[in-house]
């Protein structure tokens, strides 16, 4: 998230370790041995990804240049690359956390189908997203000039996605973030309100059968 966080927020790690840990309970039955962290920026995720996965190997792809080589130096024995330098390679985890929404609306299906089609047979997408029925998080990206000019996608648009493309099934999806840093004791009630549409963000996961 930005700086438009304000009272309402905290620190962008603290909202990725949330991410992670939820899809950590969700695959405890089989930790993913490869991930791709897609479109990772400068590497947030990464640290929460390696300490609760443990991977064989961690990817890391972004279109900018320049955050790519920030992450780099922070974690040299992460693989970070263009998406291009990994066409053949396949994964038992893509993490893909506030990114489809920098994705024209009409160019978003044709991303999510080539994600999906780099993973390995029961292979997972994890996509989180900002909840536009949240006023909150309207508010917080209306003033973050990161975020000018995009469209938010609704959990069915991402559902949507998933559903049209073959050999993928929709494994689990809801509403998360409900309680913002300053209320981190109470994260526990976060798992007990995923069907709640107030969360400050959505998450569809998708399974390749």
Known sequence: MCDALGRFGGESSYYLRQ???LLSRE????????ILDFGC???????????????ESLVCTDESKESLNVLREAFPTVRAVGLQEVEDE??????????LHHIEPKLRHDV???????????????????????PI?????????????????SKSETEGYFSEIDGMSIMKSGYCLFTPEPLKRLNWIDSLLRKVPLGGQHFVLAQRR
Do not use: M, W
């Open 41 to 55: 920026g400068i590497g947030q995720a990464v640290p929460f990804l390696l300490e609760a996965f443990s991977p």
């Open 90 to 99: 396949a994964f038992d985890l893509i993490f893909v956390a506030n990114v």
């Open 19 to 21: 991410k992670v840990n």
């Open 27 to 34: 695959l405890t039955y089989a930790k993913p041995c490869r």
């Open 137 to 153: 998080t309207r508010r917080i990206v209306s003033n973050c000039s990161f975020d000018e000019g995009v469209i938010l996608l």
């Open 112 to 134: 999510v189908r080539d994600l999906c089609r780099r993973l390995r047979p029961q292979g997972i997408v994890a996509v989180f997203e900002h909840n536009p029925l949240n």
